[in-house]
């Protein structure tokens, strides 16, 4: 799909060189290039440019402007051709030719009849839905044996994201408009900013995205709800207070879970990193209750350095996006069925600038003032390795993540797979991806994991590699093994071509570098306490 953004002051689906340059020939993509809906500006320019389908459709650029153009010798014919050939040849990749239903699926034979009730769920999915929500949950902080909860007498739980909205109702178009804060409800709100409302939504726990993140579960059970029905179990009281900004807590509480959310959207950029009223929400709790759990349904970073030194704040768990089961996800966690396994897939800064310019990466000035843009100074420094070239110290960094079990890494083997082709520059031929050998296998980089904690668990390993003249540490591969209490599991990645060049912008292709390699394993970009070289 070619975007809305001009790529070097060109529309993206009238940029050849995105489009025909990148996309076609360097990756050899083999299938049609669609646009955003109304991002098509030009009509033979598009064309000429790689763009091969216009949607909504009915484009004011094409239809029987196509055809003129072809006989006026504007265009190709060809290229009309090759417009047609990629659709089709999607069509069979895809075997639509075979056992495929006909165009229209869900679709009466006559529009005057009921509309047929197609249920699309799949119960297979079900466990796949609850093992994501838990593993997409990451703790980062976990103080004064917080977690598991052991057999807690009350629990009290505070915060806007603990439970579903008053409304849900997948036939309204407020549903996916309004995301969570319908009506009047919007405004009832303590925290009052020029974008408050547009940094969380205070009505409602946050599952997941919106435009097209958006989800239409078939039901979703909250933190409250799920909470709820594990304290019936276990027999453990449960206060509440969703509404209050400085709630009063119950000193004789086991334990308090503050629930907040960092909001995010397709075609909408997050005005702040951090929210006020959040923060003042913990700390409110956090005053009168000494061990406190943080937990964000977040759509990407937020900072926490607001709270994160309270003494009493002794637990924060990240729980992104979890879907329809996110209820039962984090009790899973809460309660110790489930050791965390999470880990950030990006960095959290102490301070909005340890960012840099990244953070605020569009500003309109000067010329630009009505065209704003984003000239990428940064290069190929972000997020970790940002933070590394400039030695910034972050709260918890890119890979992070705790679990209720240790583990210990022993034993690399760094290993060149002799006969490898060691040549700069890869020779192969053009298929979809690339280059065929830059997926040839260079070297391999084992390790020995062991658990040495009491309970089972998942560890990460990753892998970062150092190559001569780039940046220090770049992630090339992750595994994941599940150990039990005093387990051990040899793990491997496999390096590529690919894995192991940097892109030259002399000649526009992928090099692989003479010289020292160096290699580092461990459970985070940060906690690296296997390394290795390997010279090519």
């Known amino acids: 799909m070619c975007s809305y953004q001009r790529v070097n002051n060109s529309y993206g689906c009238s940029n050849s060189k995105t489009l025909n340059g990148l996309l076609k020939t360097e990756l050899g993509f083999q299938g049609f290039v669609v646009s955003d809906w109304g991002a098509q500006h030009a009509g033979v320019a598009t064309a000429e440019a790689g763009l091969d389908v216009a949607m909504p459709g009915a484009s004011n650029f094409w239809g029987d402007h196509l055809v003129e153009a072809v006989k006026n010798g504007s265009l190709p014919e060809s290229r009309v051709t090759d417009m047609a050939t990629r659709v089709i040849a999607t069509w069979y990749q895809f075997n639509q030719d075979t056992d495929f239903p006909k165009p229209g699926i869900g679709m009466p034979s006559n529009v005057l009849d009921p509309h047929k009730i197609v249920d699309g769920r799949d119960p297979a999915a079900a466990p796949v839905l609850l093992n994501g929500a838990i593993e997409g949950h990451v703790l980062v902080k976990n103080t004064k044996n917080t977690l598991p909860l052991k057999s807690p007498r009350m629990l009290s739980l505070f915060g806007y994201s603990a439970k579903t909205p008053d409304f849900f109702n997948p036939s309204s178009n407020l549903l996916y408009s309004q995301n969570w804060i319908s009506g009047m409800e919007a405004l009832d709100s303590n925290y009052v900013s020029d974008n408050g409302l547009a940094t969380f939504g205070k009505n409602g726990t946050m599952f997941g995205g919106c435009g097209s993140g958006a989800i239409t579960p078939a039901l979703t059970i909250s933190p409250f709800e799920a909470l709820k029905t594990r304290a019936s179990q276990e027999g453990t009281a449960v206060f509440n207070d969703f509404l209050s900004g400085k709630p009063s807590v119950e000193p004789s509480s086991d334990a308090c879970i503050v629930f907040g959310n960092a909001w995010a959207c397709e075609g909408y950029d ?175 980089v084992s390790v020995n994991i062991k658990n040495t904690g009491s309970v089972p668990g998942a560890e990460v390993a990753q892998l970062y590699i150092g190559i001569p003249g780039a940046p220090a540490k770049q992630l090339r591969g992750f595994e994941k093994p599940f150990l039990q209490p005093n387990e051990s599991q040899s793990v491997t990645f496999h390096l590529t071509r690919r894995d192991l060049s940097v892109w030259s912008v002399e000649r526009q292709k992928w090099q692989l570098q003479q010289g020292n390699y160096k290699f580092y394993v461990g459970s985070s970009s940060r906690r690296l306490p296997l390394n290795g070289t390997m010279d090519l």
């Open 270 to 444: 997050r005005p702040a990193i951090r929210d006020d009223y959040t923060d003042s929400l913990i700390k409110s709790v956090a005053d009168q209750c000494s061990k406190t759990v943080v937990v964000f349904h977040n759509a990407g970073p937020r900072l926490v350095d607001g709270f994160v030194d309270h003494p009493n704040v002794t637990a924060i768990i990240f729980a992104h996006l979890p879907g329809q089961e996110s209820g039962p996800a984090l009790a899973s966690l809460l309660f110790g069925d489930t050791s965390p396994s999470g880990k950030l897939p990006y960095t959290v800064a102490k301070n909005e600038s340890d960012y840099g310019d990244v953070l605020d990466p569009v500003q309109p000035e000067g010329e630009f003032a009505n065209f704003p843009q984003a000239d990428f100074h940064e290069g190929v420094y972000l997020d970790y390795r940002y933070f590394d070239k400039k030695g910034i110290e972050p709260r918890y960094e890119f890979g992070f993540g705790l679990g209720y079990t240790t583990f210990a890494y022993s034993n690399i083997s760094i290993n060149y797979i002799q006969g490898a082709n060691t040549y700069p520059w890869p020779g192969g031929p053009i298929v979809s991806g690339g280059q065929t050998d830059l997926w040839d296998a260079i070297a391999t």
